[in-house]
């Protein structure tokens, strides 16, 4: 029996889709009312670090304990994953004697009583202005001297690994900026995707790419939870002055690590939220600063490589994508 057990919970492990968020659900229990019992968050190379906690109505179940995460390669952590579900099992077995019932995680995969619960926006309304962009406007806002990463366009670019043949994702292109020094970078046998949520400024980028005689350029209108690259096509994901302006960042960084090849390297370029020597507006626009930021990144399991000291009022931080 125990044996049968063991297998169950191994495969319940392999069941769950790496990188999912779940909400569980407890519906028409007798006894307890409908309640949410936690999340699951397990990502590819790290440990579910789950624990098992008791809600009001002494039922055991599974959450993510964020104090214990553990990062382990992915064998271990599968390995984890399936010790925890057996247990869950053996617990809910011995509730079933008692007559209460534990939607087994393995089981409720295929059940009404789990929930997929989608993210919630961190900053909802941040992107409205680019709805409706006036190109020349924003042209005349990214692209002036006084701005940090314009100024320091060319190092930025120097300091970021990109070379010929190599395939990267401008993500949050805005007005093409680095789209275009990406793109002379990469040569004709590489390739640069202008990733926006603005189809004005997507479709201006590729506009004045091809009048610059850049046709490795190519123009990709996302969506807020998504970046539209298929698996694998990428080596380089580049952001700046954009992290602030996910609004779903979990989903964000599971579609980027997706469309990363194993080895892949993530940049994040955003503002230095300090009260010190930060602006106003920076306190104010920007949700969360650069310890903040590495937190989520890293939860989403990639791997912090490098904090480069070239800016002064933004960050620099290289990520990786594991090798699986």
Same mark, same amino acid.
């Given at each position: 029996?125990?044996?049968?057990?063991?297998?169950?919970?191994?495969?319940? &492990?392999?069941?769950?889709?790496?990188?999912?968020?779940?909400?569980?659900?407890?519906?028409? #229990?007798?006894?307890?009312?409908?309640?949410?019992?936690?999340?699951?968050?397990? @990502?590819?190379?790290?440990?579910?670090?789950?624990? #098992?906690?008791?809600?009001?109505?002494?039922?055991?179940?599974?959450?993510?304990?964020?104090?214990?995460?553990? @990062?382990?390669?992915?064998?271990?952590?599968?390995?984890?994953?399936?010790?925890?579900?057996?247990? @869950?099992?053996?617990?809910?077995?011995?509730?079933?004697?008692?007559?209460?019932?534990?939607?087994?995680?393995?089981?409720?995969?295929?059940?009404?009583?789990?929930?997929?619960?989608?993210?919630?926006?961190?900053?909802?309304?941040?992107?409205?202005?680019?709805?409706?962009?006036?190109?020349?406007?924003?042209?005349?806002?990214?692209?002036?001297?006084?701005?940090?990463?314009?100024?320091?366009?060319? &190092?930025?670019?120097? &300091?970021?690994? &990109?070379?010929?043949?190599?395939?990267?994702?401008?993500?949050?292109?805005?007005?093409?900026?680095?789209?275009?020094?990406?793109?002379?970078?990469?040569?004709?046998?590489?390739?640069?995707?202008?990733?926006?949520?603005?189809?004005? /400024?997507?479709?201006?980028?590729?506009?004045?790419?091809?009048?610059?005689?850049?046709? !490795?350029?190519?123009?990709?209108?996302?969506?807020?939870?998504?970046?539209?690259?298929?698996?694998?096509?990428?080596?380089?994901?580049?952001?700046?002055?954009?992290?602030?302006?996910?609004?779903?960042?979990?989903?964000?960084?599971?579609?980027?690590?997706?469309?990363?090849?194993?080895?892949?390297?993530?940049? #994040?370029?955003? /503002?230095?939220? !300090?009260?010190?020597?930060?602006?106003?507006? #920076?306190?104010?626009?920007?949700?969360?600063?650069?310890?903040?930021?590495?937190?989520?990144?890293?939860?989403?399991? /990639?791997? @912090?490589?490098?904090?480069?000291?070239?800016?002064?009022?933004?960050?620099?931080?290289?990520?990786?994508?594991?090798?699986?």
């Amino acid at each position: 029996m125990r044996n049968r057990i063991l297998l169950l919970g191994a495969l319940a &492990a392999q069941l769950i889709p790496v990188g999912a968020l779940y909400t569980l659900w407890i519906k028409d #229990v007798p006894g307890i009312q409908p309640v949410s019992v936690g999340h699951w968050f397990q @990502l590819p190379g790290m440990a579910p670090a789950v624990t #098992v906690v008791r809600t009001a109505s002494a039922l055991p179940v599974l959450v993510r304990a964020h104090q214990d995460r553990i @990062l382990l390669p992915a064998r271990e952590s599968r390995f984890l994953m399936a010790r925890a579900m057996t247990r @869950l099992i053996m617990n809910s077995l011995s509730l079933l004697k008692t007559g209460s019932l534990l939607y087994l995680l393995g089981c409720a995969l295929l059940s009404p009583a789990v929930v997929f619960a989608e993210e919630q926006s961190v900053r909802p309304g941040i992107n409205r202005y680019y709805a409706n962009p006036d190109w020349d406007q924003w042209v005349n806002t990214f692209e002036r001297s006084g701005r940090e990463v314009y100024d320091k366009r060319y &190092a930025i670019v120097d &300091a970021s690994g &990109a070379g010929p043949g190599m395939v990267v994702a401008d993500i949050g292109a805005g007005t093409g900026l680095f789209t275009r020094l990406f793109a002379d970078r990469v040569g004709p046998g590489g390739r640069v995707y202008a990733v926006d949520i603005s189809q004005p /400024f997507v479709e201006n980028i590729v506009r004045t790419a091809r009048e610059q005689g850049l046709d !490795n350029v190519e123009g990709i209108v996302n969506s807020a939870r998504d970046v539209s690259l298929p698996p694998a096509s990428i080596d380089l994901a580049f952001l700046v002055d954009t992290y602030h302006h996910f609004e779903y960042p979990a989903s964000m960084l599971s579609s980027i690590r997706q469309a990363l090849r194993d080895g892949g390297t993530l940049i #994040v370029i955003d /503002f230095r939220r !300090n009260p010190s020597f930060s602006s106003r507006w #920076v306190m104010g626009h920007v949700r969360a600063g650069r310890e903040t930021v590495i937190d989520e990144v890293t939860l989403a399991g /990639f791997q @912090l490589v490098d904090d480069k000291p070239l800016l002064r009022t933004n960050y620099y931080l290289v990520f990786s994508k594991p090798v699986s």
